[in-house]
């Protein structure tokens, strides 16, 4: 009797630490584009974009955070609050994203 007190608090348990794990998700720049262009993600999550030009990007979103994308690296932004957000390219403005970050 006393497990299967016990057990479901076990599953609440795993439960919690399975959905705290974070992710890295990786968007690819290539040719001017944004792939994928649309990203779903949660807090704590992180996104990777990947510069395969041979020219600078950035990821901006208009009166937020920008990553700098250097010719043929990658850029790295950690997700702290959800929303949505749209994001262009600096130099490239023709180039769009949007990333949406759930609690």
Request: aromatic share 8%; proline share 6%.
């Amino acid at each position: 009797m006393r497990s299967m007190v016990f057990f479901p608090s076990l599953l609440g348990a795993a439960a919690i630490a399975v959905a705290a794990q974070a992710e890295t998700i990786q968007v690819t720049v290539d040719r001017l584009v944004y792939t994928p262009a649309e990203v779903d993600a949660k807090v704590g999550d992180e996104i990777e974009w990947i510069n395969k030009d041979g020219l600078v990007h950035t990821a901006t979103v208009k009166g937020g955070w920008e990553v700098n994308l250097p010719a043929k690296k990658s850029g790295r932004l950690l997700l702290q609050e959800p929303g949505s957000f749209d994001y262009i390219c600096r130099y490239h403005p023709n180039m769009k994203g949007r990333i949406t970050v759930r609690p």
